[in-house]
């Protein structure tokens, strides 16, 4: 049987994955990347012996006993990895000293969480209750799951998911009598304290579990797996091959341009790039759709950790928490955005990042992408403004760290720009937005194919209208079931160690 020609447009795990399972089912696969490297928003630099890493924080699918694990075993992508588990899920911390321990241990959770405000007792109760609660559905693993079994596994947990997936962390947190708990509880989930307490519980269910952890190594070696676990099956991964167009006729695609020019034909195009880039770029916005157009004219205004400064100190920090939210006594403007809050991430449970007895210290910040771009076109301004960043967020930690500034070794900056530049994400969009309707149409997809065109599809973030690499990774599995059942193909995969 002739192998039908595939070709995916990005070698982050979405596209990577994506090219695992087609190699499985004997399709002829070619990824084309821009970058020099595999992974997209799943990566990691090094600047003066110090490794950033930009993504993963908890990675759902850890354990054995999870749902999702056997996706990781076919794509290959814990290989040599051990996790790492974490005893906190985040500390908060106040100027006056009060600290709030979300530890993952619920029992010692919710001991700590009564010391601080016994007459919340009845609301922590709660709270450690719904967490439990949660421990019965690995939400991650649910777009895995085939229909009737996804259907049964969250039935009996649907009204507690419809109830706490309309109330926000902050709503949730006003229901508390103390203060220092109003304000610190709303901030645990990566100090975003608009989104839904299901999220929440959902995480904290998982790190009890521990289904979800660290990958040693970290984002760009875990992505180095799966782009392994590829060439392996025979795929063919070509890096600084930009696509620029994708060439159609007569309602079905025929193949891709690169910015170089070359053509090369294809069967079936996938493109796990960013999904604007891939509707009104590379397709010229012809295959698109009110809803489409509507959902990308409506992109937020600011996001959420698209900058981020990252330092390397020779401090001792092995033993202060992995995660950490500093609320400021005194609002400070970072990069053109208000924060009351830093976000302080410290690598010091993963030696393989940093010289020893070294450690790299990460602050993600909110930003809005305009203020970066209109910064850009003077880039003598945009340095600056860099460099101002970065000393007010030192400035900030200082007081937490005291003696941190004569410690700093290296510095680093990204912002929206640096995203766009490597990734090609639009304005350095690093996550979806949701869809109009919500999680309930964000279930449906956003844009898995196109109208109208035939032979195409999306994998990842953008297709998905989801966040999450286990989302994507699922997601690259799912297109390839769609193309194996519009060929008459049975699906099947292989795990990574037969």
């Known amino acids: 049987m002739t192998q039908r020609k595939v070709i995916i447009i990005g070698a982050g795990i979405a596209g990577l994955s994506a090219g695992c399972y087609a190699r499985m089912n004997g399709y002829d696969v070619t990824i084309f990347e821009m970058h020099d490297k595999p992974g997209g928003l799943c990566t990691a630099w090094q600047r003066k012996g110090y490794t950033i890493d930009f993504c993963i924080h908890h990675l759902a699918g850890s354990r054995s006993s999870s749902a999702l694990y056997p996706i990781w075993q076919e794509l290959g992508a814990l290989r040599e990895q051990d996790m790492v588990f974490y005893d906190e899920f985040v500390r908060v911390e106040d100027a006056a000293g009060r600290s709030l321990i979300m530890y993952t241990d619920l029992d010692k959770l919710s001991e700590h969480m009564k010391e601080l405000s016994p007459g919340d007792s009845k609301l922590i109760d709660q709270y450690i209750g719904l967490c439990r609660k949660s421990e019965k559905l690995e939400l991650f693993a649910l ?32 229901r508390f009598s103390d203060p220092f708990l109003q304000r610190a509880f709303p901030v645990i989930q990566y100090g975003l304290s608009d989104i839904p307490l299901l999220i929440n519980l959902n995480f904290m269910a998982g790190c009890a579990k521990r289904t979800l952890g660290w990958p040693a190594g970290g984002s760009l070696r875990f992505a180095q797996n799966i782009a392994d676990r590829f060439t392996a099956l025979g795929g063919r991964l070509a890096y600084k091959k930009r696509v620029s167009k994708i060439a159609t006729a007569n309602g079905r695609v025929t193949g891709v341009r690169l910015q170089n020019g070359d053509y090369h034909d294809a069967d079936i195009v996938i493109s796990a790039a960013d999904g604007h880039s891939t509707i009104f770029d590379m397709l010229n916005g012809e295959y698109s759709s009110e809803r489409l157009i509507q959902y990308y004219t409506q992109a937020p205004k600011h996001c959420d950790m698209t900058v981020q400064v990252a330092l390397g100190v020779n401090r001792d920090m092995s033993q202060e928490p992995h995660a950490l939210t500093v609320l400021l006594d005194e609002p400070v403007h970072i990069g053109g955005f208000p924060a009351d809050r830093l976000s302080v991430e410290v690598f010091n449970f993963d030696d393989t990042l940093a010289p020893t007895g070294r450690y790299v210290i990460k602050v993600p910040l909110s930003s809005r992408p305009a203020y970066w771009q209109a910064l850009s076109l003077d880039r003598q301004s945009y340095e ?39 990734t090609g994400n639009w304005q350095g969009y690093t996550a979806p937005w949701l869809p109009p309707g919500g999680f309930a149409a964000a279930t449906k997809g956003l844009s898995r194919t196109l109208p109208n065109l035939e032979g195409f599809y999306m994998a990842g973030q953008w297709g998905e209208g989801m966040i999450g690499i286990s989302t994507v990774a699922v997601a690259g599995r799912k297109i390839i079931e769609m193309i194996c059942k519009k060929d008459g193909r049975r699906f099947h995969t292989t795990s990574a160690s037969q």
């Open 143 to 174: 777009p895995l799951l085939p229909p009737w079994k996804a259907a049964a596994a969250v039935l009996p947990l649907l009204p507690t998911m419809a109830k706490w997936g309309k109330v926000t962390m902050e709503q949730f947190a006003g």
């Open 384 to 422: 600056e403004e860099k460099e101002k960043t970065a000393q007010t967020v030192i400035g900030c930690l200082e007081k937490r760290f005291p003696g941190l500034r004569e410690q700093i070794e290296m510095i680093d900056v990204s912002t929206p720009l640096t995203v766009e530049r490597y």
